[in-house]
């Protein structure tokens, strides 16, 4: 079956460290790869995404992903956490229709 | 701009009990979508619209229905709540679902018990 897999279900980092996580997704051909963030007690909220073009694409507060076709992989990076970041992040695909199919989401704690 | 906007936010039912919950956005947007979000499951697709009058399933659609009688509203029907149908709710909606431009905007979400 056609998924989306963020294989780090909870993470805990303290301030200033680096971050990485992954998201693995299972269709071929065509793909646009988003980033969703959702902070305590809000709503889901576009971090990123990758339609086309250049692979390693820059968000908001710092973030970035790279697409790596090869790998069928959409990793979200941020060189220093803030507790800010505090919040559950997901990955979704979609295969250029209005169908998304999310990830499990990522539980990010950073602790200050 | 209010967004998309979703009620009540909270929410207890009885088993088989009938409840709407309401969502509105104020962008335009042609399409809409409902999921359902449960702890370890990610965001589940219930049912979308790609425009009014136009509705279809998605990945879980059973026990929900949907109408979409203006572009604005997109209300979610349970008719016979059921136990598995706690979760949290989430509308959402986009201009078109295909442009590279295109983003997807979430509700604050309705939280629901069913006991």
């Known amino acids: 079956a056609q998924s989306v897999s963020q294989h780090n279900h909870h993470v805990i980092l303290s301030e200033a460290a680096s971050l990485e996580l992954g998201c693995n997704y299972s269709?071929?051909?065509?793909?646009?790869l988003f980033w969703y963030v959702q902070y305590p007690g809000q709503h889901l909220q576009l971090l990123l995404k990758y339609f086309s073009g250049d692979p390693l694409v820059k968000g908001i507060k710092g973030f970035e992903a790279e697409f790596i076709k090869s790998t069928f992989s959409f990793n979200l990076r941020k060189p220093s956490v803030q507790w800010s970041d505090t919040a559950e992040y997901f990955c979704a695909v979609n295969r250029g229709t209005y169908k998304y199919i999310f990830g499990t989401g990522t539980r990010l704690k950073v602790l200050a | 701009n209010a967004g998309v906007t979703q009620t009540p936010k909270f929410r207890i039912l009885k088993i088989g009990q009938s409840m709407t919950l309401q969502c509105t956005q104020d962008?335009?947007?042609?399409?809409m979508y409902w999921y359902r979000q449960d702890p370890g499951m990610g965001l589940k697709l219930i049912y979308y619209?790609?425009?009014?009058?136009?509705?279809d399933k998605g990945e879980v659609p059973n026990g929900y229905n949907v109408s979409r009688s203006t572009t604005e509203d997109f209300p979610l029907r349970l008719e016979l709540a059921a136990p598995s149908q706690t979760s949290v709710y989430f509308c959402a909606s986009s201009y078109s679902g295909v442009s590279s431009t295109d983003t997807q905007y979430f509700g604050p979400g309705t939280r629901l018990t069913v006991l």
């Open positions: 619209s790609v425009g009014a009058g136009i509705t």
């Open positions: 269709y071929g051909g065509t793909v646009n």
């Open positions: 962008m335009n947007h042609n399409y």
